[in-house]
């Protein structure tokens, strides 16, 4: 097995060392071979011919390490898996974005890898290369916290071969799910069959499911393959699995124990590798199964589990769902491109949607279906939705219509105010303890005492948040304006919060990519930068050296080692800070590094 990493510079572990994971790699036969130069990696790629490509999933590595064409087309090709921050919507789109297969969270470690890649050669040793072109993802939207969740548990349960249970109400995405888990396993190649069990009647489901001989039954004139041997080396996916037959139950119990079983009528046993993902919308009892199921077939499918969540429950992706499927129903329509009046979106959102994402749909179709110009409004909308979301005033959804600030103000101090910590509110709230402390800090400054209901519960946020610098004293304006700071970090949660945070002691200008820092700091001449070492486009610790070498940097990282901070020196660095940042340390650090400046 050959294996080619491409691997960032900034990723490198000291200098220009082997990273020590290669070495348990080559203990278990691996031939590997590494380079952080894209074109060394290009001419490997071509001369080569590995089996396996590690690739970074930003910069120039990233043409290096794409499928050539003749390999696309006529195959087979090297598997490329692509090297991710961390699992998310955005990592799994970047997947087909690249041309890649799949994904791997870094940094490399090596088990993971070396699941993965057994996994991998197992499908390949057993049944050859794939018969099927490379497969685009499913649609899945959003980008809050529960459908982070999913994609998470998605990424990481893709290259098993365990049986998976996905549960969820009706609507809520659970084939979306499978197939998510079936593009990024090693059977992404191969057949992925869906059987809605509660759609086909109980006298034909066996049939269906495992074929039958001719002369069978009355209208078995032919010889015919069931979803199992059609799903051979793939997928098979058995959506509301809830409702068969007791009796087919147990058939099914014995080919997932087995993975063989006869045809309707034959005798012949016959054996399939597949892979089992099952779908329900029932209500799993506090015991931990199905009551319409057998609990022993319960078991066996349990292995893996995927909550699929309401989409009342992540009210937060309805916008950007709504948006998308706006954008579908009109192009079936073959209307010209619709926008949504604003009146719209507060009714979307007081719904309960029992329906869930599928409701929505139908809801979005409806409204273009009745549309007469070019905005959507209330008028294209369900009947029975404008009348069911106006009886939500005044009492779930009393905020929905106001400005996104008030929303979140008063989300977070009712919550806050509902709650006995600030960990609890923020595990309702679904965002971090720290993203709360920005803000109960800004609305303390913005109303005074009033508003200190809830004090963070370490001492040291709350003497942080107690000595405030005060840049007025009796009515005079402050001595000089506040230093200006360019932040540079392409998590938007995060420079959000610390924009925030930091707009008390400094004038903070916020940039979400390399490219952007670069211009801005041409542009603006701050201060002093604040910049995560990683960031898409350009690497700041190659760019900024030549760009702002008089101003104060502080370079802030989760994964620093000798090599990473060796770059940030010849960079111009005046600090080093970890990830999560240390909020007690920052607004220190970056004073100090501004009044070395001033001071200079």
Request: proline residues 6%; aromatic residues 6%; charged residues 30%.
């Amino acid at each position: 097995m050959r294996l080619l990493v491409a691997i960032d510079p900034t990723d490198a572990e000291s200098g220009d060392d082997e990273p020590t994971w290669i070495e348990r790699a080559r203990s278990h036969d691996w031939n590997v071979k590494w380079s952080a130069d894209p074109e060394e990696v290009a001419g490997l790629r071509r001369q080569w011919e590995p089996t396996f490509i590690l690739c970074p999933d930003s910069g120039p590595m990233i043409e290096a390490c794409r499928p050539l064409g003749s390999e696309v087309a006529e195959g087979p090709h090297p598997l490329v898996i692509l090297l991710v921050d961390a699992y998310s919507p955005a990592a799994i789109d970047a997947v087909v974005e690249h041309g890649a297969d799949t994904l791997l969270e870094r940094p490399i470690r090596f088990d993971p890898l070396c699941r993965l890649i057994q996994q991998e050669q197992r499908i390949l040793t057993k049944h050859g290369p794939g018969r099927e072109s490379r497969l685009s993802l499913p649609v899945i939207i959003g980008e809050s916290p529960a459908i982070r969740e999913i994609f998470e548990t998605v990424s990481m349960a893709a290259p098993s071969d365990a049986t998976t249970l996905i549960t969820g109400e009706s609507g809520t995405g659970k084939e979306l799910v499978a197939r998510a888990i079936h593009r990024l396993s090693p059977r992404r190649d191969r057949p992925f069959v869906a059987v809605n069990c509660g759609a086909i009647p109980e006298n034909l489901i066996e049939s269906e499911l495992f074929g039958h001989e001719k002369g069978a039954f009355t209208d078995a004139t032919s010889r015919r393959k069931g979803r199992f041997e059609v799903a051979d080396t793939g997928t098979l996916f058995l959506d509301e699995v809830g409702e068969l037959h007791p009796q087919m139950q147990v058939k099914l119990l014995r080919v997932l124990q087995e993975q063989r079983f006869e045809r309707v009528g034959g005798t012949e046993p016959i054996s399939v590798d597949v892979r089992m993902i099952a779908a329900t919308n029932q209500h799993i009892t506090g015991s931990g199964k199905l009551e319409s199921m057998r609990s022993d077939l319960f078991y066996r499918l349990n292995v893996l589990r995927i909550e699929a969540p309401p989409l009342r429950d992540r009210k937060s992706d309805i916008r950007r769902l709504w948006n998308h499927f706006v954008e579908e129903a009109a192009d079936l329509e073959a209307r010209s491109e619709l926008e949504t009046n604003p009146d719209v979106l507060p009714l979307l959102l007081r719904y309960q949607w029992p329906g869930n994402v599928r409701e929505l749909e139908n809801v979005a179709r409806h409204a273009v279906a009745l549309s007469s110009g070019g905005t959507l409004t209330t008028d294209c909308l369900p009947h029975y939705l404008t009348v069911a979301a106006d009886q939500t005033v005044g009492q779930d959804f009393d905020l929905v219509g106001r400005s996104l600030e008030t929303i979140e103000r008063e989300a977070i101090l009712q919550t806050c105010e509902a709650t006995s910590s600030v960990k609890e509110a923020s595990e309702l709230l679904g965002v971090s303890e720290r993203k709360i402390y920005y803000r109960l800090k800004q609305y303390r400054q913005d109303d005074g005492p009033a508003e200190e209901s809830v004090e963070p519960s370490d001492s040291k946020e709350a003497d942080s948040a107690a000595m405030e610098p005060e840049t007025e004293s009796m009515g005079m304006p402050a001595a000089r304006a506040k230093p200006v700071l360019l932040l540079a970090e392409d998590d938007d949660d995060l420079r959000w919060a610390l924009g925030s945070y930091l707009a008390e002691s400094f004038d903070v200008v916020s940039v979400a990519d390399g490219d952007s820092l670069i211009r801005r700091a041409r542009a603006v001449q701050p201060d002093i930068i604040l910049t995560d070492i990683r960031m898409p486009g350009r690497n700041p610790m190659e760019s900024l050296r030549n760009d702002v070498s008089e101003t104060p940097i502080v370079f802030f990282s989760g994964h620093w080692n000798e090599k990473r901070r060796k770059q940030a020196e010849a960079a111009g660095a005046s600090a080093f800070l970890d990830k999560p940042l240390d909020i007690d340390n920052l607004e220190d650090v970056l004073k100090d590094a501004a009044d070395g400046k001033n001071n200079h």
